[in-house]
């Protein structure tokens, strides 16, 4: 396939940032391009209380296409005060906000202290489980401690997806022992650090991988020609499907399909 082919079947991008500001000036048009690339769905992804408050907002505003999330990245933790909880909660009572998130740890950076991240962490994944949604998870060099605290509250959680999964085949392994989802992205096309994916990735079971853009971040480095701009978009989702079935040695129509009924069903789309 090559970079600007269509999708064989209909695609959900389950992490879109599209309510960045880099997509100010051309909204309309990613999001036509996005539909021509076959991808006609997307979660948009909260990351923020104003990131949250914008993806509804597009949702709301593009009802056919897109839900959004409602969450507190650990970059952001540090901002997490009492009065999140309720203001996230307003925004999970719209029927266009279909999961809590983007939430976990993330000591890579540690925008906030770990001990912030690990309070905002806890709050969300109780809203979580009182309200009954499915959960959009972060976790980066923090594996142990992501572990820990999500498995006091798996029990009581309705499903859960680790976005953007780029760890060890162990941390796969653990994953896949909680029956978590694994969300892929365009890591799995860097020759630099997303190799090792191309060799564990066939382990995702049918029924548990999703697919990602993570928009505007991580362009697929194996795009060609390559783009003039370090932006990534929604259209080259039907590339990282291309890649993931290469790895899974399926077709790519098998896992379009594959990959949209799961994220139907995580997001209770159907």
């Given at each position: 396939?090559?970079?600007?082919?269509?999708?064989?079947?209909?695609?959900?991008?389950?992490?879109?940032?599209?309510?960045h500001?880099?997509?100010?000036?051309?909204?309309?048009a990613v999001?036509?391009?996005?539909?021509?690339?076959?991808?006609?769905?997307?979660?948009?992804?909260?990351?923020?209380?104003?990131?949250s408050?914008?993806?509804?907002?597009?949702?709301?505003?593009?009802?056919?296409?897109?839900?959004?999330?409602?969450?507190?990245?650990p970059h952001?933790?540090?901002?997490?005060?009492?009065?999140?909880?309720?203001?996230l909660?307003?925004?999970?009572?719209?029927?266009k906000?279909?999961?809590?998130?983007?939430?976990?740890l993330?000591?890579?950076?540690?925008?906030?202290e770990?001990?912030?991240?690990?309070?905002?962490?806890?709050?969300?994944?109780?809203?979580?489980?009182?309200?009954?949604?499915?959960?959009?998870?972060?976790?980066?060099?923090?594996?142990e401690?992501?572990l820990?605290?999500?498995?006091?509250?798996?029990?009581?959680?309705?499903?859960?997806?680790?976005?953007?999964?780029?760890?060890?085949?162990?941390?796969?392994?653990?994953?896949?022992?909680?029956?978590?989802?694994?969300?892929?992205?365009?890591?799995?096309?860097?020759?630099?650090?997303?190799?090792?994916?191309?060799?564990?990735?066939?382990?995702?079971?049918?029924d548990?991988i999703?697919?990602e853009?993570?928009?505007?971040?991580?362009?697929?480095r194996?795009?060609?020609?390559?783009?003039?701009?370090?932006?990534?978009?929604?259209?080259?989702?039907?590339?990282?499907?291309?890649?993931?079935?290469?790895?899974?040695?399926?077709?790519?129509?098998?896992?379009a399909r594959?990959?949209t009924?799961?994220?139907e069903?995580f997001?209770?789309?159907?």
């Open positions: 396939m090559t970079a600007l082919e269509k999708s064989p079947a209909p695609l959900i991008d389950i992490g879109a940032n599209l309510s500001d880099s997509f100010d000036h051309d909204r309309d999001i036509q391009a996005a539909d021509e690339a076959g991808v006609s769905r997307m979660i948009l992804t909260g990351a923020s209380v104003k990131g408050r914008q993806a509804l907002a597009l949702a709301e505003q593009w009802p056919d296409r897109f839900w959004s999330t409602a969450g507190v990245h952001m933790a540090k901002h997490y005060v009492d009065e999140t909880n309720g203001i909660r307003g925004f999970l009572a719209s029927e906000c279909v999961a809590v998130g983007e939430c976990g993330d000591y890579f950076r540690n925008f906030s770990p001990a912030d991240q690990q309070q905002a962490f806890r709050a969300q994944l109780e809203i979580a489980c009182e309200i009954g949604y499915p959960v959009f998870l972060h976790q980066r060099d923090a594996h401690d992501f820990a605290i999500l498995d006091e509250y798996l029990p009581r959680l309705s499903s859960a997806v680790v976005h953007c999964f780029t760890g060890s085949g162990e941390e796969l392994a653990h994953y896949l022992e909680r029956d978590l989802y694994v969300g892929i992205t365009g890591w799995i096309c860097d020759e630099r650090r997303g190799t090792h994916l191309r060799d564990i990735v066939h382990q995702i079971p049918d548990r999703m697919i853009t993570d928009a505007p971040y991580l362009l697929p194996d795009l060609k020609p390559k783009p003039s701009t370090r932006r990534n978009e929604p259209k080259w989702l039907p590339h990282v499907l291309a890649r993931v079935a290469e790895c899974r040695n399926v077709d790519p129509e098998t896992l594959q990959t009924a799961n994220a069903r997001f209770r789309l159907a």
